[in-house]
T-cell receptor, first 111, second 116 residues
Framework: QQPVQSPQAVILREGEDAVINCSSSKALYSVHWYRQKHGEAPVFLMI?????EQKGHDKISASFNEKKQQSSLYLTASQLSYSGTYFCGTEPKTSYDKVIFGPGTSLSVIP | GAGVSQSPRYKVAKRGQDVALRCDPISGHVSLFWYQQALGQGPEFLTY????????KSGLPSDRFFAERPEGSVSTLKIQRTQQEDSAVYLCASSPNRDRGPHEQFFGPGTRLTVL
């Protein structure tokens, strides 16, 4: 039931791009993305609701392919502040409001 | 403005002790969620309230875990007869959920429980 995330970890140099993927075995109502820094609470990035939807925030954007039950998070021109663990959360169509989080992708941006 | 607060921030318990973890959601938020996060893992769903109604408790690991939100605001997660495998960070989140549709969850700082 837990979504699968890939890669597990990635190291980037400042300015490089990264893609984090999330896939689910269940039909999805929405996909949520959060970032958590070490020792802190997860912080909301964005929610994607409709299949084919794409959203962007600063240089972080995401897409949602409802048919494939997949979502991808795109980080462009990465900054040091992007370091952290990224979690996707999937909201199955069978259980509205219940968000199931993936295992996370650790992202480290180095100078 | 005030965010979600949790207390205590750290709790050390001896195996077999009962513990109570408190969550103060953002004022007016309808939905409240409890998660358990083991080291290096994602938050794992425990239970969910809408106002005072517990709509889903399918994630509670055993009958030693009990959650309540009697007045639709503050919530308490109680763990009886704690075991070492209960050691984790317990996160609380709230969301406004004023209408149908997915909503951002606002997380508290968590309570780190260590069972010796």
């Amino acid at each position: 039931q837990q979504p699968v995330q890939s890669p597990q970890a990635v190291i980037l140099r400042e300015g490089e791009d990264a893609v984090i993927n999330c896939s689910s075995s269940k039909a999805l109502y929405s996909v949520h993305w959060y970032r958590q820094k070490h020792g802190e609470a997860p912080v909301f990035l964005m929610i994607l609701l409709k299949g084919g939807e794409q959203k962007g925030h600063d240089k972080i954007s995401a897409s949602f392919n409802e048919k494939k039950q997949q979502s991808s998070l795109y980080l462009t021109a990465s900054q040091l502040s992007y370091s952290g663990t990224y979690f996707c959360g999937t909201e199955p169509k069978t259980s509205y409001d219940k968000v199931i989080f993936g295992p996370g992708t650790s992202l480290s941006v180095i100078p | 403005g005030a965010g979600v607060s949790q207390s205590p921030r750290y709790k050390v318990a001896k195996r077999g002790q009962d513990v109570a973890l408190r969550c103060d959601p953002i004022s007016g938020h309808v939905s409240l969620f409890w998660y358990q996060q083991a080291l290096g893992q994602g938050p794992e769903f425990l239970t969910y309230f809408q106002n005072e109604a517990q709509l889903d408790k399918s994630g509670l690991p055993s009958d030693r875990f009990f959650a309540e939100r009697p007045e639709g605001s503050v919530s308490t997660l109680k763990i009886q007869r704690t075991q070492q495998e209960d050691s984790a960070v317990y996160l609380c989140a709230s969301s406004p959920n004023r209408d149908r549709g997915p909503h951002e969850q606002f997380f508290g700082p968590g309570t780190r429980l260590t069972v010796l």
